[in-house]
């Protein structure tokens, strides 16, 4: 499970997802962030080219890993780099998300 967040810039990934998935080195980054509590994060590095699997798609996504306290329902934070990456088109209304992959929705 993901959120899907609209007002979001970037994938963020927290620290403790990224060390269970035994990735790679992370790539550094100078970034600061400010986390919707309003407070300031300082992330860890950028995973990339991580692969999302989303029921019969997988997507490449970076994400920022991050130290933060994580909802377990909802591991990852999937931004607008993300969901342009996989097409997404939004219901909001209908409260519905596809995403698409050539012809395949």
Same mark, same amino acid.
């Given at each position: 499970?993901?959120?899907?967040?609209? !007002?979001?810039?970037?994938?963020?990934?927290?620290?403790?997802?990224?060390?269970?998935?035994?990735?790679?080195?992370?790539?550094?980054?100078?970034?600061?962030?400010?986390? #919707?509590?309003?407070?300031?994060? @300082?992330?860890? +590095?950028?995973?990339?080219? /991580?692969? /999302?699997? /989303?029921?019969?798609?997988?997507?490449? #996504?970076?994400?920022?890993? /991050?130290? @933060?306290?994580?909802?377990?329902?909802?591991?990852?934070?999937? +931004?607008?780099?993300?969901?342009?990456? #996989? @097409? #997404?088109?939004?219901?909001?209304? +209908?409260?519905?998300?596809?995403?698409?992959? !050539?012809?395949?929705?």
């Amino acid at each position: 499970m993901a959120l899907a967040d609209l !007002g979001a810039s970037i994938n963020l990934m927290p620290l403790s997802v990224w060390k269970k998935l035994s990735f790679p080195d992370l790539s550094s980054t100078c970034m600061t962030l400010e986390l #919707a509590t309003r407070s300031i994060a @300082y992330p860890a +590095g950028i995973a990339e080219d /991580v692969f /999302v699997q /989303v029921d019969k798609f997988t997507f490449p #996504a970076d994400f920022v890993v /991050v130290h @933060y306290d994580v909802d377990p329902r909802v591991p990852l934070i999937l +931004g607008r780099p993300f969901l342009r990456m #996989a @097409y #997404a088109l939004v219901d909001v209304h +209908g409260e519905e998300l596809i995403l698409r992959d !050539g012809d395949e929705k």
